[in-house]
T-cell receptor, first 112, second 111 residues
Framework: EAGVTQSPTHLIKTRGQQATLRCSPI?????VYWYQQALGLGLQFLLW???????NRGNFPPRFSGRQFPNYSSELNVNALELEDSALYLC???????????FGQGTRLTVV | KQEVTQIPAALSVPEGENLVLNCSFT??????LQWFRQDPGKGLTSLLL?????REQTSGRLNASLDKSSGRSTLYIAASQPGDSATYLC??????????FGTGTQLKVEL
């Protein structure tokens, strides 16, 4: 069984550009979570999507947004990129009515 | 606001040693606690999950305990091996299915 898959593995963008990160959950999982792991700041909760709806949001500015598609895959969009957005972005998924989260390998976003 | 602390921040031990990693959290209203492993630049691998109603979980050489009332969890690793070298993270699940992570313990097991 395939795990959580994220693409791309690495992404390099220029300050002010937009970045789109993608996540495919484990088959049968309906919830997708996004986390940011910036150097020195630890893992911070970004967003939770379940059944296509945004259910919870962390303390991040509105330029961090996303969506969940009917097949439960998800996109994270970061607009007006800043140097501080450079981080490893991790996606996780969980099964219906289950809280245990399974993580992907992440997308390394570098803003130059 | 939930805060999770892990002690020690770094640990270096010789192969074969038994070791204990500590995790504490400030708000006992949690659904569960998970221990993860992270290799450099990689994602997270779930090691153990303890439901809030449970006291401990075991998987192979790993044993995790949870004392919700005191806000503490420990991860016990028996007979450590060089392949155990990684960063170990604990995380608690609170309202909104949000995981709050500790800052991790960086473990190095030396030959």
């Amino acid at each position: 069984e395939a795990g959580v898959t994220q693409s791309p593995t690495h992404l390099i963008k220029t300050r002010g550009q937009q970045a789109t990160l993608r996540c495919s959950p484990i088959s049968g999982h309906t919830s997708v979570y996004w986390y940011q792991q910036a150097l020195g700041l630890g893992l911070q909760f970004l967003l939770w999507y379940d059944e296509g709806e945004e259910r919870n949001r962390g303390n991040f500015p509105p330029r961090f947004s996303g969506r969940q598609f009917p097949n439960y895959s998800s996109e994270l969009n970061v607009n007006a990129l800043e140097l501080e957005d450079s981080a490893l972005y991790l996606c996780a998924s969980s099964a219906p009515r289950r809280i245990e989260a399974f993580f992907g390998q992440g997308t390394r976003l570098t803003v130059v | 606001k939930q805060e999770v602390t892990q002690i020690p921040a770094a640990l270096s031990v010789p192969e074969g040693e038994n070791l204990v990693l500590n995790c504490s959290f400030t708000d006992s209203a949690i659904y569960n606690l998970q221990w993860f492993r992270q290799d450099p630049g990689k994602g997270l691998t779930s090691l153990l999950l303890i439901q809030s109603s449970q006291r401990e979980q075991t998987s192979g050489r790993l044993n995790a305990s949870l004392d919700k009332s005191s806000g503490r969890s420990t991860l016990y690793i028996a007979a450590s091996q060089p392949g155990d070298s990684a960063t170990y993270l604990c995380a608690v699940t609170g309202g909104g299915n949000k995981l709050t992570f500790g800052t991790g313990t960086q473990l190095k097991v030396e030959l």
